[in-house]
């Protein structure tokens, strides 16, 4: 429950220490500029934003959303310290939520869509979201497109995701439990699709449902082994597909759990 959390970092308000503990200040401390909880994560997420730009994010939308979403309050209570270093973090059921880099980095890609070239200022349209996981990467979308639909095959995940995107009251976020293999047709045609899970290959219900002028972003096996970011942009002249830098994500699975 969100309100049995603890704060963020998780020992941050100074406790009496082994010298002074026992003698009471005459007056109590004067609140400094970290002192609460919110304003403390507020300066922590500044900062990894301020790392994100130095290392290459330069969409002014992106670093916005990820200044804007407070992802410690997407991961397990135990991992809250680390919720702004640049590493990715277990979300229970054998997932992780990506690093914050990597979600930058696709989000960026997935703003590049044709459709939105030569606007910077612009929105995406409806965004599907194959891989829910604890809601975080849905949460950053919902501020850079007008509508995001978000599917998990894992319900144990997907009831997460909606516990943790509760208090964020995002009536533009859907979250559905079910097998994003197959993509979600009655939301379709997407102006993004962005996958954080990794199958052989990109499946063919997901460019089926991709609009004109929409891109796809999403790790796909790479011929090497390993896998690989794919970008597939829909344009009047037909698909086009680009392969990116090596990534490591979870699996791409079919069926619900
Ligand atoms: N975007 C997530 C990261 C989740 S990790 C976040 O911000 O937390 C990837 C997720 O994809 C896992 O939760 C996994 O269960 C899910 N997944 C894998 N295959 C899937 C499929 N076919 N349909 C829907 N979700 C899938």
Request: glycine share 10%; net charge positive.
């Amino acid at each position: 429950m969100a309100s049995q959390r603890p704060g963020f970092p998780v020992r941050l308000t100074p406790t009496a220490s082994a010298a002074t503990r026992g003698r009471l200040p005459a007056v109590p401390a004067k609140p400094t500029v970290h002192s609460t909880p919110s304003m403390a994560s507020d300066a922590v997420r500044a900062r990894m934003v301020q790392r994100l730009a130095a290392q290459g994010i330069a969409d002014a939308r992106v670093l916005r959303a990820m200044g804007t979403v407070e992802r410690h309050l997407f991961v397990d209570s135990a991992l809250v310290n680390q919720a702004y270093e640049d590493t990715s973090l277990p979300i229970g059921l054998g997932q992780t939520i990506s690093k914050p880099n990597v979600v930058a980095r696709m989000i960026e890609l997935l703003l590049g869509a044709p459709a939105l070239a030569g606007k910077p200022g612009d929105r995406l349209g409806r965004v599907l979201e194959i891989g829910t996981g604890c809601g975080y990467q849905a949460a950053v979308l919902s501020h850079v497109a007008a509508e995001v639909y978000s599917i998990e095959r894992l319900r144990g995940l997907h009831e997460r995701a909606r516990s943790n995107l509760r208090p964020f009251r995002l009536a533009t976020v859907h979250l559905l439990l079910g097998d994003g293999m197959i993509g979600y047709a009655k939301g379709a045609p997407y102006a993004g699709i962005i996958a954080a899970a990794g199958g052989e290959a990109v499946p063919e219900a997901w460019i089926a449902q991709l609009a004109v002028g929409g891109r796809i972003v999403a790790p796909t096996q790479s011929a090497m082994g390993g896998q690989a970011l794919v970008v597939i942009d829909k344009t009047a002249r037909g698909v086009e597909r680009r392969i990116l830098e090596a990534v490591h994500f979870v699996p791409l699975k079919s069926g619900i759990a």
